[in-house]
Nanobody
Framework: QVQLVESGGGLVQTGDSLRLSCASSGRTFSTSAMGWFRQAPGKEREFVAAISRSGGTTYYADSVKGRFTISRDNAKNTVYLQMNSLQREDTAVYYC??????????????????WGQGNQVTVSS
């Protein structure tokens, strides 16, 4: 069983930066594609970013492209989401997610098998 523990959320102002971290307890982290999703109040969960097993390929939602960067450190079993130039519309609960081993990165939430507990990010003006 894989457990994902997120950290790094909080309250920031428009234009600020924040980095989310997601640590995996699984021994197969390096073989799992990872993703970040978010859910704002009253809205459905949406894709934010995804990264391949090696970290060589990344994907982003149009709304965050150029502002957010997903990365991973397989030696530390951790995936990161660096968020720059934060806007009020980025306010949401952010979730990291992992796919089963040896599957490629995906952009839809049903493709992910393990989820973190969620981490609140609030951007105020």
């Amino acid at each position: 069983q894989v457990q994902l523990v997120e950290s790094g959320g909080g309250l920031v102002q428009t234009g600020d930066s924040l980095r989310l971290s997601c640590a995996s307890s699984g021994r197969t982290f390096s073989t799992s594609a990872m993703g970040w999703f978010r859910q704002a109040p009253g809205k459905e969960r949406e894709f934010v970013a995804a990264i391949s097993r090696s970290g060589g390929t990344t994907y982003y939602a149009d709304s965050v492209k150029g502002r957010f960067t997903i990365s991973r450190d397989n030696a530390k079993n951790t995936v990161y989401l660096q968020m720059n130039s934060l806007q009020r519309e980025d306010t949401a609960v952010y979730y990291c997610a992992a796919r089963r081993t040896y599957l490629g990165a995906a952009l839809n939430s049903p493709s992910y098998d393990y989820w973190g507990q969620g981490n609140q990010v609030t951007v105020s003006s």
